[in-house]
Each structure stands twice: as structure tokens, then as C-alpha cells.
């Protein structure tokens, strides 16, 4: 199966997904918030956040790993996403952020998992750029893991999932 085969996106709530492990776009504490972060901490139940407690924070573009407690996911990968700033450095630390999800749930024998779109909600990352480094990022790592077998965006809304999909649409 190509790369491409592999990813899929649809619109959802990720705190429902039965996938091995979902991504959380946390912030550095890794202690809850908004967005999709507060969703996953108020779906888990409050053993995800004392687990979250013991990790001591996470640095922009790494990942760190929980289990997903009263979530139908086995895990939850925390992610920081970049702060847009038009920076540099935004691109390549918004690709490590899916690089190593990615890495660290091939790690954890997860055979699925899904992304939401990390750093477009408060973080400000313009959509397309976001979802372009998303895409290429995710196909670039699936060449090196071939145990996922199934990465899944959930977006927000029809028009931002119709935006994804073109631009995945493109990647063949």
C-alpha cells in the first residue's frame, strides 16, 4: 500500500476515535487547555493529568506519551506545535512535531493513530502551509515505519477538510 493509502482525514471529534493512539496539540506544560488539548484532558478523565503531571513538560516539536485512560484510544502522544511567528523555524519544528509522533508511536506498537491539525487553532499557523508540512512530513516518516498502518487528520470543519484533502489529493 503507498504512503498516501495510508492516510485518510475526516471530520470529527478525535476524543471518540478507536485508533492505538490519538495526538494531542498540548502546550508545553502538557497540563491541559483549550482547543483539542482541554477535549483529550476532559475526555480522558483526570488520571491523564496526573500522569501528565509526572512528565515535566515538553518541549516545541517533541513528543511524549501517556496512556489515554477513559478514551477508546490506548494512548495519547503529546505534541507541542510552533507558535506562528513566520519565523524560520516554524516549518521544520511544526514537521517535528509529526515526525516524531509518528516515531514514537511506531515505538509503542501503535498501528493507528490520528492527528488533529497542530498549531492552526490559537497557535495561528496559516491552514494550507500547515497542513502541506502535515502531509509531506507524515509520508516522508511512513517510509521508515512500516508499522502504521493507518494515520487519520480529524479537522474542524467541511471546508478545512476539503482544503486537506486537495492538498493530500496532490501528494500522489
Known amino acids: ?38 477535549a483529550i484532558h476532559r475526555a480522558a478523565g483526570p488520571k491523564l493529568l496526573a500522569e ?32 506562528y511567528s513566520g519565523a524560520r523555524d516554524d516549518d521544520p519544528s511544526l514537521s517535528a512535531c509529526y515526525r516524531n509522533s509518528l516515531r514514537i508511536a511506531a515505538e509503542n506498537h501503535c498501528k493507528s493513530l490520528a492527528f488533529p491539525a497542530i498549531s492552526t487553532g490559537a497557535y495561528g499557523f496559516p491552514f494550507k502551509r500547515a497542513s502541506r508540512i502535515a502531509i509531506a512530513s507524515t509520508m516522508m516518516e511512513l517510509e521508515r515505519l512500516p508499522t502504521i498502518e493507518r494515520v487519520i487528520f480529524v479537522l474542524f470543519s467541511e471546508d478545512k477538510l476539503a482544503e486537506f484533502q486537495e492538498i493530500l489529493g496532490g501528494s500522489n
Do not use: F
Request: with cysteine; charged share 15%; aromatic share 2%.
Open 1 to 38: 500500500m503507498s504512503n498516501v493509502g495510508r492516510i485518510s482525514s475526516i471530520v470529527g471529534d478525535i476524543t471518540r476515535l478507536n485508533v492505538d493512539a490519538i495526538v494531542n496539540a498540548a502546550n508545553v506544560t502538557l497540563l491541559g487547555g483549550g482547543g483539542v488539548d482541554g
Open 52 to 83: 501528565c503531571r509526572n512528565l515535566g513538560g515538553c518541549p516545541t516539536g517533541e513528543a511524549r506519551i501517556t496512556r489515554g485512560y477513559d478514551l477508546p484510544a490506548r494512548h495519547v502522544i503529546h505534541t507541542v506545535g510552533p507558535v
